[in-house]
């Protein structure tokens, strides 16, 4: 600590150089942590990370807190993130010796938006295809921006805690791991399905049959069809 009980000031080398170190120690009892690396000063390199950024700073009831979590995920502090059905667990260094546990729940999607996002789908099966190839295309970026429909929590649909005595609402640890969700979903934005508590698989399956009905009815045929898992794991390589 330094004078008057304030934290010592570390430069951002420093934050690294302990958060390498914690990590260190951290993967010998769990070689199965996530980590949040962050590269250089971006923190979300496409636009589907960048578009969660920008939405979380977007709310008013974020705008004050929200950006004290950049130098935390920037020191790559978050040192273990896992996103699951509805919930995000992480583990941040820190200015104690052991890391923070933080949770954030995620409320599912309603079943009225869900429909709304399937009908946005319907025959955008190329889109579909490089969504499930890890690509996010610009054709679906309406089901992330627009606010009434639009697949990204709003606050009030945001449950967090984390174990560190801040007594802050949203504290910075909270903070760098929300940021790390961006993070995150750069690599796999499929994972969006998952905070939502939804199936992205079953997303693809119904916008084929809508295709497949559409067609068929096109050449006066109809159909009952529903297109099994197993076809849409091999058509998609799922």
Same mark, same amino acid.
């Given at each position: 600590?330094?004078?008057?009980?304030?934290?010592?000031?570390?430069?951002?080398?420093?934050?690294?150089?302990? +958060?390498?170190?914690?990590?260190? *120690?951290?993967? *010998? *009892?769990?070689?199965?942590?996530?980590?949040?690396?962050?590269?250089?000063?971006?923190? +979300?390199?496409?636009?589907?990370?960048?578009?969660?950024?920008?939405?979380?700073?977007?709310?008013?009831?974020?705008?004050?807190?929200?950006?004290?979590?950049?130098?935390?995920? =920037?020191?790559? +502090?978050?040192?273990?993130?896992? &996103?699951?059905?509805?919930?995000?667990?992480?583990?941040?260094?820190?200015?104690?010796?052991?890391?923070?546990?933080?949770? &954030?729940? &995620?409320?599912?999607?309603?079943?009225?938006?869900?429909?709304?996002?399937?009908?946005?789908?319907? @025959?955008?099966?190329?889109?579909?295809?490089?969504?499930?190839?890890?690509?996010?295309?610009?054709?679906?970026?309406?089901?992330?921006?627009? =606010?009434?429909?639009?697949?990204?929590?709003?606050? =009030?649909?945001?449950?967090?805690?984390?174990?560190?005595?801040?007594?802050?609402? /949203?504290?910075?640890?909270?903070?760098?791991?929300?940021?790390?969700?961006? +993070?995150?979903?750069?690599?796999?934005? /499929?994972?969006?399905?998952?905070?939502?508590?939804?199936?992205? @698989?079953?997303?693809?399956?119904?916008?084929?049959?809508? *295709?497949?009905?559409?067609?068929?009815?096109?050449?006066?045929?109809?159909?009952?069809?529903?297109?099994?898992?197993?076809? &849409?794991?091999?058509?998609?390589?799922?």
């Amino acid at each position: 600590m330094g004078y008057y009980d304030y934290p010592k000031y570390e430069s951002a080398a420093e934050k690294k150089a302990k +958060a390498i170190r914690a990590l260190e *120690k951290l993967r *010998k *009892k769990n070689p199965d942590i996530e980590p949040v690396i962050i590269e250089g000063r971006t923190l +979300a390199k496409s636009w589907w990370g960048k578009a969660w950024n920008t939405n979380l700073e977007s709310y008013a009831d974020y705008s004050n807190r929200i950006a004290r979590g950049k130098s935390y995920v =920037r020191s790559n +502090a978050v040192l273990d993130l896992k &996103i699951s059905r509805g919930l995000v667990e992480a583990k941040v260094k820190g200015s104690r010796a052991n890391p923070y546990d933080v949770k &954030i729940r &995620i409320d599912a999607l309603d079943s009225k938006k869900w429909e709304k996002v399937i009908a946005l789908c319907n @025959h955008r099966i190329d889109s579909l295809e490089q969504l499930v190839e890890g690509k996010f295309p610009k054709a679906l970026e309406v089901l992330f921006t627009e =606010r009434e429909y639009g697949m990204f929590p709003s606050p =009030r649909e945001i449950h967090f805690d984390c174990s560190c005595p801040d007594w802050a609402s /949203m504290c910075k640890h909270v903070a760098a791991v929300l940021y790390g969700v961006g +993070a995150r979903l750069d690599q796999n934005p /499929m994972l969006f399905f998952d905070l939502r508590d939804l199936d992205g @698989h079953e997303l693809v399956r119904k916008s084929m049959e809508q *295709k497949l009905e559409s067609m068929l009815k096109n050449v006066g045929k109809k159909s009952d069809r529903e297109i099994d898992d197993e076809d &849409i794991s091999d058509l998609f390589g799922l």
